[in-house]
């Protein structure tokens, strides 16, 4: 099994969003408020699934996290930053779990 590797990390999401339309994820995102950081991946926003072709299944992990503040980061802030933010600060917590594999 290969290292995980972050291939959305995004804050800034409004509670009061009924949903994320379809690529609001992605680079310049529409939804006003969100913040892309870079992911392990070296991209800003949501990199898709990239397992190589034939190479099994791939497990993927969604996240999504409360928090009881709006944290100030900068606009290169990484992983790291981020889990710094939330200590402490999490009062819920979401996870999605899926596989995908390119045959």
């Known amino acids: 099994m290969g290292k995980p590797a972050t291939h959305a990390l995004t804050v800034g ?3 009061s969003l009924r949903g994320i339309p379809e690529n609001g994820l992605a680079h310049r995102s529409p939804i006003r408020g969100l913040k892309h950081g870079k992911g392990a991946l070296g991209h800003r926003g949501w990199a898709g699934p990239m397992p190589l072709r034939s ?3 791939h497990s993927y992990v969604f996240q999504l996290f409360a928090l009881d503040y709006q944290p100030e980061l900068p606009d290169t802030f990484t992983l790291t930053d981020v889990v710094h933010a939330m200590t402490e600060h999490v ?3 979401a996870r999605l779990d899926g596989t995908y594999e390119i045959r």
Do not use: M, N, Q, V
Request: proline fraction near 22%; hydrophobic fraction near 35%.
């Open 13 to 15: 999401i409004d509670p």
């Open 55 to 57: 190479h099994g299944p």
């Open 91 to 93: 009062i819920a917590r």
